[in-house]
Every structure is written in C-alpha cells, then in structure tokens.
C-alpha cells in the first residue's frame, strides 16, 4: 500500500462481503472501494443484493464473511488476532452516526415536525444543544426547499416533501459518507424529479454518496462511477459513459436494455 494511500484511506471499503438468508446467498465474495468526495451509483435487477449492500455498509445487516470501513475504520467489528469481533450495539450505534441513510420510505416519526424530525438525532446523541440542532435543522430545509414547512407534520407533506425532509434529517449530524436506498422508489412519478435535484445539488457539494437507483437518467448525469450487480456480485462497474453508454458485459446489456 502507497503512502499516499495510507494517508488518505478510501471513504468506503468493502471486502469479501458475503452474506445469506437461508440458503440463498445474497452478496456473494463483494469486493468496492468508494473514493473520498466521489458519487457512486449501484444499479441492477430487484433482488440482485443492492440494498443488503447498503445496509451493510452500516452494519444493519451483519455480514457472515467479510468486512466494511469508513475511512479506514471497521465498522461493526473490531480485529481480534485473526478474527473479526462484533463490537457492542453503543459502539456500533456511535459509528452509523458518520454514516447518514435515506431509506426508500422515509422513516420519518410521525409525531415530530420537519424540523423536529431534523433536530432529533443531534439532541438525542449529545452532539448538540436543542437551539443549535433547530438552528442546523432550519437551515438544512432550506437548502432542501422546505423552509416553509418546519412545522408541519410528515402526514401534511407530500411524499417528495417527506423524502426531502429525510435527507435533510441525514445531513444533520456532518455525515461522512451518506447511503441512499433507492430514494425514489415510493415516490408518485411527478415527484420523483423534486427528491432528484436536491441529490444532484448534494452531489456537487464534495460529500460521498452512494446510491441505489433505477433511474439511469440520474445515475448517468451525477455519477463518477457506476457498479452493476447481479446475484450478489458486481458484474460490471466503471464511468458511466462505459457501464451505461458501452457496457462490455452481456449481462449489463440485458438490464439495460429492459430499463432504457
């Protein structure tokens, strides 16, 4: 390993990753590095193992081989000799706080506001005052173009509107690097373009995304780099001008021609 390398470890490494239901293997020997500041988007068929990927890059689905770390830290486990060691839920719980995730159905607490929904975890964890968490809240919804409705209810607010709220919600403890799991998908389609922009406008800030997506109009304007999965492997990944435009696989091809 360079030196360069070691000073700047990768924002998002996954190696071996395995992990099965039963006896169906869902990600089967994954191997992805995510540089710092870049946009990697993830695309392939329902049940290719997309979001069981981004779950375990947080340690919500424990990998049974295999390892993830953010910045070169293991996340979920720490090494003990030759061995992987499952570190304690708090710990774990203090680590997925780098890691913001937008899930496809918001997951947003029905009994806070917007801008409750946004204050919550920075309170919660100690990382931050009540005033100072609304203050950072407040200004997050108006960068998602909500700062009309800080005070409504996610009942109140369109699927669009609670999705970007949620994305808010994910930047509002100075994530390292944020998941998103398939963002649009529960969105009716005349919102899907609203959610799409703030991602985009996201994108060009330097944070590291990665997104799981259907929509190859995105991936091929926002991404640095795209990965095709299929049965729980990567199949395929480069620019999107070679994955999308000029994919070498014949698989990759197939997909892309039942979406295009």
Same mark, same amino acid.
């Given at each position: 390993?360079?030196?360069?390398?070691?000073?700047?470890? =990768?924002?998002? @490494?996954?190696?071996?990753?395995?992990?099965?239901?039963?006896?169906?293997? !869902?990600?089967?020997?994954?191997?992805?590095?995510?540089?710092?500041?870049?946009?990697?988007?993830?695309?392939?068929?329902?049940?290719?193992?997309?979001?069981?990927?981004?779950?375990?890059?947080?340690?919500?689905?424990?990998?049974?081989?295999?390892?993830?770390?953010?910045?070169?830290?293991?996340?979920?486990?720490?090494?003990?000799?030759?061995? $992987?060691?499952?570190?304690? %839920?708090?710990?774990?719980?203090?680590?997925?706080?780098?890691?913001?995730?937008?899930?496809?159905?918001?997951?947003?607490?029905?009994?806070?506001?917007?801008?409750?929904?946004?204050?919550?975890?920075?309170?919660?964890?100690?990382?931050?005052?009540?005033?100072?968490?609304?203050?950072?809240?407040?200004?997050? $919804?108006?960068?998602?173009?909500?700062?009309?409705?800080?005070? =409504?209810?996610?009942?109140?607010?369109?699927?669009?509107?609670?999705?970007?709220?949620?994305?808010?919600?994910?930047?509002?403890?100075?994530?390292?690097?944020?998941?998103?799991?398939?963002?649009?998908?529960?969105?009716?389609?005349?919102?899907?373009?609203?959610?799409?922009?703030?991602?985009?406008?996201?994108?060009?800030?330097?944070?590291?995304?990665?997104?799981?997506?259907?929509?190859? =109009?995105? =991936?091929? @304007?926002?991404?640095? %780099? !795209?990965?095709?999965?299929?049965?729980?492997?990567?199949? %395929?990944?480069?620019?999107?001008?070679?994955? $999308?435009?000029?994919?070498?696989?014949?698989?990759?091809?197939?997909?892309?021609?039942? !979406?295009?």
């Amino acid at each position: 390993m360079s030196a360069d390398r070691r000073a700047r470890p =990768a924002a998002v @490494e996954v190696r071996g990753a395995v992990k099965a239901f039963g006896a169906h293997t !869902v990600l089967d020997g994954i191997d992805l590095t995510v540089e710092p500041g870049t946009v990697t988007v993830i695309v392939g068929p329902s049940g290719s193992g997309k979001s069981t990927l981004l779950r375990a890059i947080n340690h919500l689905e424990k990998l049974d081989q295999g390892c993830v770390s953010v910045n070169g830290e293991l996340i979920g486990v720490r090494e003990q000799g030759d061995r $992987l060691k499952e570190l304690p %839920e708090r710990a774990i719980l203090a680590q997925r706080r780098r890691i913001g995730f937008v899930f496809q159905n918001f997951n947003l607490f029905p009994h806070l506001t917007a801008v409750e929904n946004v204050a919550e975890a920075p309170v919660a964890t100690g990382a931050a005052t009540r005033t100072e968490a609304l203050e950072r809240a407040r200004s997050l $919804l108006a960068a998602v173009g909500l700062a009309d409705k800080e005070g =409504a209810y996610p009942r109140h607010l369109s699927g669009g509107q609670q999705q970007r709220v949620a994305i808010a919600r994910a930047l509002a403890q100075h994530p390292e690097v944020i998941l998103f799991d398939e963002p649009t998908s529960a969105l009716d389609p005349e919102l899907v373009g609203e959610v799409l922009s703030v991602i985009k406008d996201l994108a060009g800030t330097g944070t590291t995304l990665i997104i799981v997506t259907h929509e190859i =109009a995105f =991936a091929r @304007e926002v991404a640095d %780099e !795209v990965v095709f999965l299929d049965g729980g492997r990567i199949v %395929e990944r480069g620019a999107p001008s070679q994955v $999308l435009d000029r994919p070498r696989h014949t698989r990759t091809r197939e997909f892309l021609s039942k !979406v295009l």
